[in-house]
């Protein structure tokens, strides 16, 4: 799943690469997804783990984020407060790729 959070975050056009992996309370990918740029000229933009929750918000259990840098290596992040109070509304739990 490393692997799969690093190359979706190596597709995100924005300056810092940030991805999401979406699972069941199984443990099942259920859906996954880049941040996008944010500024309105270019088409706005929406972070990577509110992708997810809006993908499938009823099957969802857990997010797993990653930020890589240019070379695919793993960066540390803590989602926004935005992401993470709708999350804590949704009984959705967001950790780091970091931590796992």
């Known amino acids: 799943m ?6 979706k975050a190596m597709q995100s056009p924005a300056k810092h690469r940030v991805s999401a992996v979406g699972l069941s309370n199984r443990g099942v ?14 088409g706005g933009g929406i972070h990577a783990e509110m992708a997810i929750m809006l993908m ?29 109070s709708k999350a804590r509304e949704l009984g959705i739990k967001i950790v780091s790729a970091e931590e796992r």
Do not use: W, Y
């Open 56 to 84: 499938a918000p009823r099957c969802l259990h857990t997010i797993v984020i990653a930020r890589v840098n240019k070379n695919g290596k793993i960066l540390p992040m803590d989602p926004c407060s935005a992401c993470a």
């Open 29 to 42: 990918v259920i859906a996954a997804a880049f941040n996008k740029p944010r500024f309105q000229k270019k």
């Open 2 to 7: 490393i692997e799969r959070l690093i190359q």
